[in-house]
């Protein structure tokens, strides 16, 4: 049974327009949520940003009923974005959507707030019955994930709390790093310079005890930063 606010969010007024904000740092894909969304009579996309920090922001301004984010963007992840929007505004309604979205990012981003979870494997219209589903109150889970999550049984981790020590922009690098992106790709992403994602990239190294790139690549994958497919 849901919470009075999730009540609330149900009852909302079918014949009122969703108002959307979109939240994604890749402009292909921003401009193609913004077509679909925008191309439904039933919804409104009331703003598009590219960075985390900017959707919290523009959340707290624009009150939308459906934040939809990505999940790694400059700045901060689409976990930690969800977070901080939830916790200003409860009322706001989160869909996560990521390329990489295993049982794990999933759950992380529902223990976040979001009460929708997409996929690479999400169409158009998926897209749509999810901002729908969420400004009604309701959750949605994309393409195969309720199954893997029942499957999976997939707990928090409790064990290693190292990753909850660091900052935003050590954990865009780690995710980025375990995305195969080089010292080089991450600058020009971040607008930083190589000397600087080497300085972090040691510093992530040194604070989670770690003796290599490729063993910074295997803790992003086991504590659910990232995944491999």
Avoid: C, W
């Avoid at 997409?118 to 158009?124: D, M, P, W």
Wanted: glycine letters at 10%; proline letters at 3%.
């Amino acid at each position: 049974m849901g919470s009075p606010k999730d009540v609330a969010r149900s009852a909302r007024d079918p014949d009122r327009t969703i108002s959307v904000l979109i939240a994604e740092d890749h402009g292909v894909l921003r401009d193609g949520l913004q077509l679909i969304l925008g191309a439904a009579s039933d919804i409104e996309v009331v703003g598009t940003v590219a960075d985390g920090a900017e959707a919290v922001r523009q959340a707290e301004q624009l009150d939308p009923d459906v934040l939809v984010t990505g999940i790694l963007m400059p700045g901060m992840s689409g976990v930690e974005t969800t977070r901080l929007v939830v916790q200003k505004n409860p009322r706001i309604g989160v869909v996560v959507l990521s390329m990489h979205v295993s049982p794990i990012i999933a759950r992380r981003a529902l223990e976040a707030g979001a009460r929708g979870v997409l996929t690479r494997a999400s169409n158009g219209d998926e897209v749509l019955r999810a901002v729908r589903a969420v400004a009604g109150g309701e959750r949605f889970l994309g393409h195969g994930l309720a199954e893997s999550l029942l499957e999976s049984g997939i707990a928090p981790r409790g064990g290693d709390r190292l990753i909850e020590t660091l900052t935003g922009t050590e954990r865009n690098i780690l995710q980025r790093v375990a995305d195969g992106r080089t010292n080089a790709q991450i600058a020009e992403a971040m607008s930083l310079s190589q000397r600087t994602v080497e300085s972090y990239r040691q510093r992530l190294m040194s604070k989670l005890d770690l003796d290599s790139v490729a063993a910074l690549v295997k803790y992003a994958i086991r504590n659910g930063v990232v995944t491999l497919d």
